[in-house]
């Protein structure tokens, strides 16, 4: 091999040399190796053969140093490239996550290991074949799946989808991670509404605007009651202003036909999102649901930002769409329903630009809503 010295020197060198001479020329080979452009196909053969006998020869330290040397020649057989997985030690994981390419029969060789850490740094990739992900799905793993979660590079369709969806039911933090994604549709999160972050919750509500929905069971029943929508808001108003949080649940165990674990996970919600599909639900407008909810947000912090938002979802998420959440947390409908393409958004809004919205006309409802909320959040700080 040009570079080298011939093949049988090397392993003379390597039998009466000792574990440090072995170590010197394993890194020297690896790194001449990976300077050269483009091997000659007898190079290759005999430099592979060269390393496979120096690897189990040298040091630990030494077989990791070559291998990450190795990890950056322009062209690797898939027998050297398994050789330097093998062999990266700790660097292992960063190296697939950050590697340019990788040849699927590595990957598949590297799954069959069945080491979840590495499974979990392949399932990072952007660039995985549906071979590949035939692979990962059926692994049961919360590290592969929050993995695959995260991939922006997954079509979440089909059979994938469905496994992420099932995934999420299991694994709070795939369902958050989801329910972050620009490409992924949030409503299919409804039945895990209460194990996500805020941002999640309000990706939830803002994916049912000016959608189509199926027929839910409650709808109804909350057209005969919400006769009563004011006088039902002024007795939330009143609770959470003395911050009678129980009591607000057994009002709306009373009410919504939810059981009373629910309704208290509603009533304890200071992000608001809960609530607000409860009001919309009995048909309350930006004006009377805001007066509710800036009583039952968290004080801890300005949030204008939050209530102006919920004042844009009281326009564009219908009272039907709402009636649907609440028939999905009692178990009566099945979200997975959405997926199906009649009832798919109009319209997927990008998460990045959620606050930016196009101008209202002068004198809407959301207008006057959030107009007055400087006044309302006034009165509670003096109230």
Known sequence: MIGFQPYETF??????????????????????????????????DQFEALVTRLFPTAAPTARAKAAAILASAPQLTPSLEILVYENLGTGLISHIVSAPQLSEDVIMRLIDKGELDVIAAIAQRSDLSNAVLARLFPINSRKVYRALAAN????????????????????????GTLSQRTDFDAALLTSVFFDLPERGRLNVLQSYAHRNLPQAPMMRTFEHISVATSEFTAALMKLFSENRRPAITRLLTQITGLDEVRCGEIAHDTSGAALFVVLRAFGCTAYDGLKVLIHATSHDEDRSRTLAAFARLFETVGTSAMVYVMSAWRGDVNPMELAKPEYAPFIQPSRRTAERQPAQRSGSVGDQAIEALDKLQSVRRTG
């Open 11 to 44: 392993q003379l060198l390597i039998e009466t040399g000792g574990i440090e001479r072995a170590n010197t020329l394993l890194v020297a080979a690896c790194d001449a190796y990976a300077r050269r452009p483009k091997p000659l196909r007898a190079e290759a």
């Open 152 to 175: 922006e590079g997954i079509a979440p369709r089909g059979a994938y989808l469905s496994a992420l969806i099932r995934s999420a039911q299991m694994d709070h933090q795939v369902a």
